[in-house]
Nanobody
C-alpha cells in the first residue's frame, strides 16, 4: 500500500518558480516509478515528469523540458518537482502518482495541489 500527499502549489507570476513535493509512504519503493501529472480546467490529465525510484531515470513532457526538474530524496521518500520559468499555460492541478515498473495501473494518487501562474 502506497500513500501520496502533494504540497507546494500556489500563485506565482509568469517567469517565477515553485517547488512541489510529494511525500510517499509505504513498505518499499524498490521497482516503483513516481510520476507527476497535471490537469487544467476543461482538459484531460496530462503527463508532466517521471522518475524511477531505483535507477533515478527521468523523463519529461516536451512542454516542460528545460524548465522543470523531477528529483527524489531516498531517505525521506519525497519526490520533488522544481518548476522554473513558469508560464500561464502551466496553470493546473498537479498530481503525484506511483506505480510498479511492471504494473499496468497506478497504485496510488495524491490529492493534488493547485498551481496558478498569472500573466
Amino acid at each position: 500500500q502506497v500513500q501520496l500527499v502533494e504540497s507546494g502549489g500556489g500563485l506565482v507570476q509568469a517567469g517565477g518558480s515553485l517547488r512541489l513535493s510529494c511525500a510517499a509512504s509505504g513498505p518499499t519503493f524498490t521497482g516503483y516509478r513516481m510520476t507527476w501529472f497535471r490537469q487544467a480546467p476543461g482538459k484531460e490529465r496530462a503527463f508532466v515528469a517521471g522518475i524511477n525510484w531505483g535507477s533515478g531515470t527521468t523523463n519529461y513532457a516536451d512542454s516542460v523540458k528545460g524548465r522543470f526538474t523531477i528529483s527524489k530524496d531516498n531517505a525521506k521518500t519525497v519526490v520533488f518537482l522544481q518548476m522554473n520559468n513558469l508560464k500561464p499555460e502551466d496553470t493546473a492541478v498537479y498530481y503525484c502518482a506511483a506505480r510498479r515498473l511492471l504494473g499496468a495501473q497506478y497504485d496510488a494518487w495524491g490529492q493534488g495541489t493547485q498551481v496558478t501562474v498569472s500573466s
